[in-house]
């Protein structure tokens, strides 16, 4: 069962820089889920892709099974599974047996792949991948509903009397959620199959401002087809790191930063369609990127919390390698002690209770001081020399 309020996770790419060694790249990215796991994250996403040098897992469903055996509570997902790459029966098999092996915690995320280069290396003409991924997210949907053989035929991929050899664990299935950016593809895919949303678009240029537009398009696509969407399954994706100031953090990450900037995003992709020159001051001017002291960065996903119309269930760290292992980890432990509390109402009791306690504190704590005079008075004998009375008796025993 999920907890009270606004989930928390990291969408893992990952973004491993060149020169890094892979072996313990992979490693380490491992020993960070049980990290996030023992720190009370809800949710890990890790993704998938083949090419360009720093994205380097090539099957989420090998990292979800082994941080599964390592873990506790944490969900851990696709994020996301390339639909367009696979028959979707065999999708359909493999998250269906990792729903039952981590015992309900497995998640299928859900994208048209995210890079040309994987796309050209399988043969898959780029202007197919949006519609092979609704293709395939439909018959997904279709065998996990288990209500009899699945038949179905396209330009990519044939099915005949197709039926799943377990039934999901979950009930009525594992989460799925569609990747998003800023186009509309993403919201109506998701709407048309009442699954949840990971709005990558919100990290994006222009992204706070168009996500409450992109919710509302996914909402008009599932009434449609008489479904409903919920705004818990609704999860944004943002570049964070968090110290103990702003200027500490922006110390910690700048190097970084600029180094994945320009030796990926630059010269590997050629900087994307939109992206900053300087993503990283561009970005904490726009509110897209979070880089700062706890309070900064609770200020900024309240004002994302703003822009959504109407609040969503979850925000992701877009896991990198901008500060070293140390900061990065320090990162997440501050945001898990002095960030997650505000929006998961753990704080309003806690707080509560104090300010009750000091408000009514002489009617509370007045006849305790009465009574450890009393006390001493009974048993014949002298407070020692110095006692007060009234500073102990709130923790007399």
């Not at 941080?67 to 509570?73: D, G, I, Q, S, V």
Request: charged share 25%; aromatic share 8%; net charge negative.
């Amino acid at each position: 069962m999920a907890r009270r309020g606004m989930q928390f996770g990291i969408f893992l790419a990952p973004f491993h820089r060149r020169g890094d060694n892979p072996t313990l790249a992979i490693s380490r990215d491992l020993e960070m889920v049980e990290l996030l796991d023992r720190l009370g994250y809800d949710e890990a996403w890790i993704g998938e892709h083949h090419s360009a040098g720093w994205e380097i897992i090539a099957s989420p469903e090998l990292m979800i099974a082994a941080a599964a055996e390592r873990t506790k509570h944490i969900r851990i997902g696709s994020g996301v599974t390339s639909l367009p790459y696979h028959h979707p029966f065999l999708v359909a098999q493999r998250f269906v047996q990792l729903d039952h092996m981590t015992r309900g915690r497995a998640m299928l995320g859900c994208g048209p792949g995210a890079l040309v280069s994987d796309a050209y290396m399988l043969g898959i003409d780029p202007a197919t991948q949006r519609r092979r991924m609704e293709e395939s997210l439909e018959a997904i949907m279709a065998l996990l509903a288990c209500d009899g053989p699945v038949t179905r035929k396209t330009d990519w991929f044939e099915m005949y009397e197709a039926r799943l050899h377990l039934r999901p664990y979950s009930e009525p299935h594992f989460p799925i959620s569609v990747a998003s950016t800023l186009t509309p593809s993403g919201p109506v895919t998701a709407g048309r199959n009442g699954v949840g949303i990971l709005s990558l678009g919100a990290g994006m240029p222009g992204g706070p401002a168009a996500i409450a537009g992109q919710w509302r398009i996914a909402e008009e696509e599932a009434a449609k087809v008489g479904k409903t969407m919920d705004r818990k399954n609704w999860r944004m994706v943002m570049n964070v790191h968090v110290a103990a100031t702003d200027e500490q953090a922006m110390e910690d990450v700048r190097v970084g930063e600029r180094l994945e900037t320009v030796t990926y995003f630059e010269d590997a992709l050629g900087r994307p369609p939109g992206r900053s020159e300087d993503p990283l001051t561009d970005g904490i001017k726009a509110g897209t990127t979070l880089v700062g002291s706890p309070d900064t960065v609770a200020r900024g996903i309240q004002n994302l919390v703003k822009h959504s119309d109407g609040g969503f269930g979850g925000f992701l760290f877009r896991a990198h390698d901008w500060a070293d292992r140390e900061q990065t980890w320090r990162s997440y432990e501050l945001f898990a002690r002095y960030v997650a509390p505000r929006f998961q109402q753990s704080l309003d009791t806690v707080a509560g209770s104090q300010d009750w306690v000091v408000e009514n504190r002489k009617t509370i704590f007045g006849p305790n001081v009465e009574a450890l005079r009393k006390a001493f008075t009974d048993a014949g004998r002298a407070p020692p020399a110095g006692f007060d009375a009234r500073a102990s008796g709130a923790r007399d025993a």
